[in-house]
């Protein structure tokens, strides 16, 4: 559980204090967020080769249709809005959720692949 929540925070999988990202970005002003290369406090090298991130991008993928299904289910069903501001509203959460998704993507891919140097 503990992995989950430090892969949440952001956190570095070997020292569980540094930060991955540099910044948390702004979807206001479409900033993404910026990756350290390697921890600040234990020098981990996040990405472990070329084009290692590929793969969070299938994670960013489970993560934005997870969000659009739920917003769906919830404004849909539950709510009973129109067909047209249910699309409107997911692609508004679907834009506003995009910085968080490419963190927690990349977080839990780096997650993902990360092996314990004992
Ligand atoms: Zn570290």
Same mark, same amino acid.
């Given at each position: 559980?503990?992995?989950?929540?430090?892969?949440?925070?952001?956190?570095?999988?070997?020292?569980?204090? *540094?930060?991955? !990202?540099?910044?948390?970005?702004?979807?206001?002003? %479409?900033?993404?967020? @910026? #990756?350290?290369?390697?921890?600040? &406090?234990?020098?981990?090298?996040?990405?472990?080769?070329? *084009?290692?991130? !590929?793969?969070?991008?299938?994670?960013?993928?489970? %993560?934005?249709?997870? @969000? #659009?299904?739920?917003?769906?289910? &919830?404004?849909?069903?539950?709510?009973?809005?129109?067909?047209?501001?249910? !699309?409107?509203?997911?692609?508004?959460?679907?834009? %506003?959720?995009?910085?968080?998704?490419?963190?927690?993507?990349?977080?839990?891919?780096?997650?993902?692949?990360?092996?314990?140097?004992?």
């Amino acid at each position: 559980m503990g992995k989950v929540i430090n892969a949440l925070n952001c956190k570095c999988p070997n020292c569980k204090e *540094g930060k991955i !990202f540099r910044d948390g970005g702004n979807i206001i002003l %479409l900033h993404i967020p @910026e #990756m350290n290369h390697r921890c600040p &406090v234990c020098s981990y090298k996040f990405e472990r080769e070329t *084009g290692f991130f !590929f793969g969070a991008m299938f994670v960013s993928y489970a %993560l934005a249709a997870a @969000e #659009m299904i739920t917003s769906l289910v &919830v404004f849909w069903y539950f709510i009973d809005f129109s067909p047209l501001s249910v !699309f409107a509203i997911i692609v508004v959460i679907a834009f %506003l959720l995009s910085t968080i998704n490419f963190k927690l993507s990349r977080s839990f891919w780096i997650y993902l692949f990360y092996k314990n140097k004992v």
